[in-house]
T-cell receptor
Framework: DVKVTQSSRYLVKRTGEKVFLECVQD?????MFWYRQDPGLGLRLIYF???????EKGDIPEGYSVSREKKERFSLILESASTNQTSMYLC??????????FGDGTRLSIL | AQKVTQAQTEISVVEKEDVTLDCVYE???????LFWYKQPPSGELVFLIR??????QNEISGRYSWNFQKSTSSFNFTITASQVVDSAVYFC?????????????FGAGTILRVKS
């Protein structure tokens, strides 16, 4: 079974802090994704990566950056956290032409 | 642009009732893929089904069935004889390509509450 692991289930940070959300997958998948989930809006793609050191902007990249130094790890970075970034963040990974596998999500609160 | 609409925000049913979750999509691609995911209270999204645009056959898997109709751009999901364990948020999603593991466009989700 594919395992996508997000480092924290719940995280509380303060406005202006630099925040790192980590995601690790154990199936040697090329592709990894970061989404945020908000009530009434579904999941929206922030960034994705199709190879090590490669990244592409999704639909809502503003205020975020990503890092993929190793194939199994994809990090989402909030450079200077703001309250409107309070949300549920979901990581996913997949091999080409396969459905995405999701992690359990990180519920991030910015105070 | 691609868009997925799940008009039902929340549905409540009593156990053993049948329930249909609606999904309407918009795309200009001739080749595309449709998905359903389930998100139980624990939070992880669980893949249920994928359909490509050339396969309009309905699919049944146990108590779950899916009705894909290109003529109405709909991909509806029916749960027969619902159970409390079916309570979850259900998302319909669309992808224009399976390259790069497909970029998904999600609907807003439908909260299903099944009461005993």
């Amino acid at each position: 079974d594919v395992k996508v692991t997000q480092s924290s289930r719940y995280l509380v940070k303060r406005t202006g802090e630099k925040v790192f959300l980590e995601c690790v997958q154990d199936m040697d998948h090329e592709n990894m994704f970061w989404y945020r989930q908000d009530p009434g809006l579904g999941l929206r793609l922030i960034y994705f990566s199709y190879d090590v050191k490669m990244k592409e902007k999704g639909d809502i990249p503003e205020g975020y950056s990503v890092s993929r130094e190793k194939k199994e790890r994809f990090s989402l970075i909030l450079e200077s956290a703001s309250t409107n970034q309070t949300s549920m963040y979901l990581c996913a990974s997949t091999r080409r032409e396969q459905p995405q596998h999701f992690g359990d999500g990180t519920r991030l609160s910015i105070l | 642009a691609q868009k997925v609409t799940q008009a039902q925000t929340e549905i409540s049913v009593v156990e053993k009732e049948d329930v249909t979750l609606d999904c309407v999509y918009e795309t200009r691609d001739t080749t595309y893929y449709l998905f359903w995911y389930k998100q139980p209270p624990s939070g992880e999204l669980v893949f249920l089904i994928r359909r490509n645009s050339f396969d309009e056959q309905n699919e049944i898997s146990g108590r779950y069935s899916w009705n894909f109709q290109k003529s109405t751009s709909s991909f509806n999901f029916t749960i027969t004889a619902s159970q409390v364990v079916d309570s979850a948020v259900y998302f319909c999603a669309l992808s224009g390509t399976m390259e790069y593991g497909n970029k998904l466009v999600f609907g807003a989700g439908t909260i299903l509450r099944v009461k005993s």
